[in-house]
């Protein structure tokens, strides 16, 4: 009988009316709940207790096209419970479908000339916050076409940090999937989050961090990371940090030194990465810091990490090592005046003898990632040939030390064991003749001595 259960059922019958009469009642009725759930705490209960179905009427509105009008309503109410419940309540939205409704709506309004601020903040909100409680929320934007508009947003409004911050997020979202990254690096992503990504500045410090995590797993996919690498971004990333490590007496940024230090943690997974971060004097560079901040216990991670990227990087020998690298020297019997052992000892100290071939099979990258997606995919009705269903096959099997004939001599002393039970008389010694019971109702059968 509470006034939001009365609007609730008003919007569930406006769904089945004509859009003639429905618009001006549709927009009155999603103007009172948006109030009433901004307003009244006790309205945000009923809409987000377990048994309400509040949130799938108000999905259901939204997938009605001709409903656009009261678009903005509804996803601010969505909005407003994410923000005040948590993300208690993302999950019932993923479950009841709203990731594909919401991505729908952004192509939607992104068809607009010029789409409508408000709108694409509110729907990028909503998309980051109930993106990770998704696994498919990138393919699902990949399948709806939806995958470049934030990623257009971004280049049109590069210094609107209200609708950029947003649009990030969700970027970060789809950038967990491989086939996305790989998608968004071929349109220009890595380049664009370079222009955001800079030097010590305290103004914009959490459009930073956001634009070096969504940066930081672009760079996963081999193919960003190495066209990060053709372009030079190892040298800036490592300038970067340098700045903000100066810069940040206080450790105030420590997330952000820790971003742009997992970027080159991802540049530094491909061959190409790791030489350019040699060429760059990036192991100088992470040893001098590291140094610096091991004083502080909430450093801790930048260590952590930079000993990483170090140790990743830092030149591999074989043993025994001829060179000043090693504090023993282990002298080989016969050394050969010629030949592959010849020409390691008659290496310099400082190169690297072990052949890298870690990536000389990144050519089908992208090729790989689809066909892993389609896998998983496929994962959900996929039957395991090799698992053994047969009970009767899984029962062990009981091998006799003994065989039959030689286990009959026993027989005399386990008579319950063998087939003829018969009930014997004690006096004679012999076994009792067959009374039928006279409470037995029917025919009953004697045997005789020849069946028995």
């Known amino acids: ?50 048994g309400s179905t509040g949130i799938e009427v108000l999905l ?24 005040k419940c948590g993300g208690r309540r993302a999950n019932v939205i993923v479950t009841k ?17 010029p789409p409508n601020e408000e709108l694409m903040v509110l ?27 934030s990623l257009n947003l971004v280049k049109q409004n590069l210094h609107n940090l209200r609708l950029v911050l947003p649009c990030l997020q969700v970027l970060r979202v789809y950038s967990a999937n491989s086939v996305n990254a790989v998608s968004l690096g071929k349109n220009g992503v890595v380049e664009l989050l370079f222009k955001i990504v800079g030097p010590f500045s305290k103004k914009n410090t959490s459009l930073m961090k956001v634009a070096l995590d969504t940066l930081a797993a672009l760079l996963k996919s081999k193919t960003n990371a190495r066209r990060a690498v053709d372009r030079g971004y190892v040298q800036v990333l490592l300038t970067i940090y340098v700045d903000w490590h100066g810069h940040d007496s206080r450790h105030r940024y420590m997330l952000i030194r820790k971003g742009v230090l997992q970027c080159i943690k991802s540049i530094t997974n491909i061959k190409l990465g790791r030489k350019a971060f040699i060429d760059a004097n990036g192991m100088k560079i992470l040893y001098n810091t590291s140094q610096d901040c091991l004083a502080v216990r909430t450093l801790d991670p930048l260590v952590n990490t930079s000993s990483l990227i170090m140790r990743k990087c830092f030149p591999k020998n074989r043993l025994p090592l001829p060179t000043i690298k090693s504090a023993f020297h282990f002298q080989l019997p016969v050394i050969p005046a010629s030949g ?46 090799d698992i053994e269903t047969d009970i009767n096959k899984l029962k062990p099997r009981q091998e006799l030390g ?24 004690l006096v004679s010694k012999e076994p009792k003749p067959f009374v039928p019971d006279a409470n037995l109702s029917g025919p009953i059968v004697v045997p005789t001595a020849s069946e028995e």
Not at 62 to 68: D, H, I, P, Q
Request: hydrophobic share 35%.
């Open 340 to 385: 592959p052992v010849a020409q390691l000892y008659n290496l310099p100290p400082d190169v690297d003898d072990v052949v890298d071939e870690s990536d000389d099979n990144d050519d089908a990258e992208t090729e790989s990632e689809i066909e892993t997606e389609n896998d998983d995919d496929k994962d959900q009705h996929f039957k395991n040939d």
């Open 123 to 149: 729907l990028h909100t909503l998309l980051a916050k109930i993106g990770p409680k998704d696994k498919k929320i990138g393919m699902k934007a990949r399948i709806n076409g939806a995958l470049n508009i």
């Open 60 to 83: 259901s509105t939204l997938e009605v096209k001709s409903f656009r009008f009261c678009s903005y309503g509804l996803i601010a109410v969505l909005h407003f419970i994410i923000m």
């Open 402 to 425: 003994r065989s039959i004939e030689e286990l009959k001599m026993y027989e005399q002393f386990f008579p319950e064991l063998s087939e003829n039970f018969q009930e014997w008389d």
């Open 97 to 113: 479908g709203g990731t594909q409704i919401l991505l729908q709506l952004l192509l939607t309004a992104s068809k607009d000339s």
């Open 1 to 50: 009988n509470s006034r939001t259960v009365f609007l609730l059922s008003q919007l569930e019958k406006i769904n089945l009316d004509s859009v003639l009469r429905a618009s001006d009642n549709a927009r009155y009725v999603t103007s009172k709940i948006l109030h009433l759930v901004q307003s009244q705490e006790k309205t945000r209960k009923e809409m987000t207790s377990k």
